[in-house]
């Protein structure tokens, strides 16, 4: 899974950013804070995290950015336990991150069972 992981993230590193319309929300991303975005499917949220990291990648290095997409099938069926494996592979690709700000965005991660228990630990123990 870790080399899934590791292609995933080089893969959006070396996609362009993805066109948005600009929408007047402010989300503070440098609160120290975990943000969820919530709400009803096809109600735009995915556009919403686009937004802010291309507005991220204009203000720091874009590799301190990591955007996940949990509904890719390459990731189904995905546990609790594979998610260390997102961590490690990016760390693997970018050993010098692990003492900058890293800006960890994940998409539909409702489809991995106890997501949160994840989110919790590395925002407890990371830079992220």
């Known amino acids: ?12 590193h070396e996609a ?21 975005l919530i709400g009803v499917r096809r109600s735009g949220k995915t556009f919403l995290l686009y937004s802010l990291i291309n507005q991220l990648r204009q203000e720091l290095d874009p590799r301190n950015i990591v955007y996940i997409n949990f509904e890719d099938d390459r990731l189904y069926p995905l546990e609790l336990k594979d998610l260390d ?12 991150k692990r003492d900058e700000q890293v800006y960890l965005f994940l998409d539909e991660v409702q489809n991995v069972p106890e997501w949160e ?8 123990t990371l830079n992220l």
């Open 1 to 12: 899974m870790k080399t899934l992981f590791k292609r995933i993230i080089t893969d959006f």
């Open 85 to 96: 494996d997102l961590i490690e592979g990016y760390f693997e690709l970018y050993p010098q």
């Open 117 to 124: 228990r994840f989110v919790r630990r590395f925002y407890d």
């Open 16 to 36: 362009p950013p993805k066109q948005v319309v600009i929408r007047d929300y402010n989300i503070p991303v440098d609160n120290r804070k975990i943000i969820s």
